[in-house]
């Protein structure tokens, strides 16, 4: 019921700000989503989703990359000598926002095949890296010392703890951290997209959508777009969190 | 979500459906786009990363003003079609300025310098001096910008025929979002009599024919925007280098923008009273966004090119190749639209 009148009230509040004449009515709006869910812009000529499908496939190629990474280093972040090793690199890296690589990302990969789209795939894989990494590091540093001592006591070597005391601790935080990683994937292909030229993307939807101007709704449904997947994201993987039974209900 | 009693109440396995159906219209909508022929896809680029797009291969052709086809033509490549060929003495680059920012007195000093600056460039025997001029203004060899200034007509009113023309081309293709009437324009001829404002082109040109050496009274300060090394713009430069910016205005306050799109902003903010910019986005703006500006002269005509790999000869071969656009809605955007339509294909 908290959520209907949730939904109420952002109706109303979108409605205040139709009549102050800031936006446009929020059923003009829903017209316009559903009109360029199936038939697309006549200025770009295509429709929402062909633009979410180009964003999602980046983000997941982004973030994919960037797992792979962050997960297992993460993990070996429990050995204190790689945790000296790398942490203080990645403690300076970490604060610089995925933007900032974007310069960088052009001079990287200015001799791939698509430039811009391997820049956008690593502004992704910055954003998608830090938070994962931190999440499955935090778990695996975190693992109880009672569980390590346990296993000492039972005879298990340094290898053995890992595989199978500080690995499934840190189950948790890697779902958490591909969660979050996913989350702040798709908030930097959407700006990547706005600020460099890839032909398709929501984010590049939404900026030719100003440039051309008088477009307010299709740049509001742009955004609705950036909401529902990223809402849709989210909530696949709290389903897949849940499905494990040391879930923690207060991330929810 | 669990219920009281431990089971699902259907809400989680609702959002699985509705990502599992969003999947699969995803995919898809991919399968349609890729099985689709006679498709050309049209890529937004700056004139300078367009350049850089097609030495390294990944764009096939590309659309901009000059000086860029120029200097892709130095580096090698080949002009497919000069925009005079597509749509002969078409309008691009305009003088505007913001309604209400600007009042007589500026416009006319500003029309004045303006229209002895595009003489002065027309004028055959200033010649070197205009190509030296053309040289510094967009940083570019005296042989890239003497190619570049052949492609240009400068002019001093557009063509207002023409200026039409390219408003039909912008409703057909439901590119503007406002009709004229919706802006309170009782026809189409209302609004362009308003938003092409030539009395007072008309006022300083009779001036002048009746005495060469006339100039306006001085107009005090004025902020004037422009587009970065575009050499529709050389008057301008050329204004302000023969000092007749200086004879009508006590201050003159130059603003660079990266693109028009940009300078409209500069006016939706009240940054600057007057610009250089195509006149393309300011029809655009001026009616999709409402944005109070108002035409007073023509800065030039044509001045565009198509530039294209040596396998491109016609405009069919152009099927399933990447060409680059500077925007859309641009007067670019307008001639590789009509190139495409010339060779039966579709911008994807």
């Given at each position: 019921m ?46 929402l ?52 690589w ?23 894989f910055?954003?998608?890296?830090f938070?994962?990494?931190?999440s499955v ?8 010392p ?51 030229t ?14 051309v ?29 849940r499905r ?9 | ?18 990502i ?56 090698g ?45 027309k ?92 100039i ?133």
């Amino acid at each position: 019921m908290n959520k209907l009148y949730s939904l109420f009230l952002f109706v109303f509040l979108w409605y205040l700000l139709y009549f102050l004449r800031v936006l446009p009515a929020p059923h003009t709006t829903a017209l316009t989503f559903l009109e360029l869910l199936i038939m697309g812009d006549p200025v770009l000529g295509r429709n929402l989703l062909e633009h979410s499908a180009s964003s999602l496939l980046r983000v997941l190629a982004g973030a994919g990359i960037a797992f792979m990474i962050s997960v297992p280093l993460g993990i070996l972040m429990w050995y204190e000598r790689f945790y000296h090793l790398f942490h203080p690199i990645l403690e300076v890296l970490r604060p610089i926002p995925p933007l900032a690589w974007i310069p960088l990302a052009y001079i990287f990969f200015a001799s791939f095949p698509s430039p811009t789209v391997f820049a956008q795939i690593f502004i992704v894989f910055v954003g998608a890296f830090f938070p994962s990494f931190v999440s499955v590091s935090d778990y695996a540093r975190n693992t109880p010392p009672e569980y390590i001592e346990l296993a000492r006591v039972f005879g298990a070597e340094r290898n053995q703890i890992l595989r199978y005391v500080v690995i499934p601790y840190s189950i948790p935080g890697i779902i958490t951290g591909v969660r979050v990683g996913l989350g702040v994937g798709w908030m930097s292909i959407i700006a990547a997209e706005m600020i460099a030229t890839s032909g398709s993307g929501i984010g590049y939807f939404i900026m030719v959508m100003y440039e051309v101007g008088g477009r307010t709704p299709e740049i509001l449904s742009g955004m609705a777009m950036i909401g529902l997947i990223g809402y849709g994201m989210n909530a696949l993987l709290l389903r897949i969190e849940r499905r494990f039974p040391w879930h923690l209900r207060s991330e929810e | 979500m669990l219920s009281k009693n431990g089971k699902h109440d259907g809400s989680i396995f609702r959002i699985e459906f509705l990502i599992v159906i969003s999947a699969i219209l995803i995919l898809a909508v991919i399968f349609m786009g890729c099985s689709s022929e006679k498709t050309v896809n049209v890529v937004k680029l700056s004139p300078p990363d367009m350049i850089e797009q097609i030495k390294l291969g990944k764009i096939d052709a590309f659309v901009a003003w000059e000086p860029f086809p120029s200097k892709a033509v130095r580096d090698g490549f080949r002009v497919f079609m000069k925009s005079g060929e597509i749509w002969p003495n078409h309008p691009c680059c305009v003088v505007a300025y913001r309604t209400g920012k600007a009042d007589d007195e500026m416009l006319k000093a500003l029309v004045w310098a303006h229209v002895k600056a595009t003489r002065f460039i027309k004028n055959h025997e200033n010649r070197d001096k205009v190509v030296e001029y053309a040289s510094q203004f967009t940083g570019l060899d005296r042989e890239t910008v003497s190619i570049a200034l052949e492609n240009i007509r400068y002019v001093e009113y557009p063509d207002e025929k023409e200026f039409r023309h390219y408003y039909e081309f912008l409703k057909e293709s439901k590119i503007l979002k406002r009709s004229v009437s919706e802006m309170g324009y009782e026809s189409e001829d209302a609004f362009f009599g308003d938003f092409l404002r030539k009395d007072i082109y008309r006022e300083v040109v009779e001036k002048l024919s009746e005495n060469p050496d006339y100039i306006p009274e001085k107009a005090g300060s004025i902020k004037l925007g422009y587009i970065t090394a575009d050499l529709h713009h050389l008057a301008l430069y050329v204004a302000m280098k023969e000092g007749y910016l200086d004879e009508v205005f006590d201050n003159v306050e130059l603003r660079q923008f990266p693109n028009g799109v940009a300078i409209m902003e500069a006016f939706r903010l009240g940054e600057i009273d007057a610009a250089y910019l195509g006149g393309a986005p300011a029809t655009l703006k001026r009616i999709n966004d409402g944005i109070e500006i108002r035409i007073v002269a023509g800065v030039n005509n044509e001045g565009s090119a198509i530039i294209a790999k040596d396998d491109i000869v016609k405009p069919d071969d152009l099927a399933g190749k990447t060409v680059a656009i500077p925007g859309f809605g641009t007067v670019q955007d307008f001639l590789m639209r009509k190139v495409l339509a010339e060779g039966g294909l579709k911008q994807r």
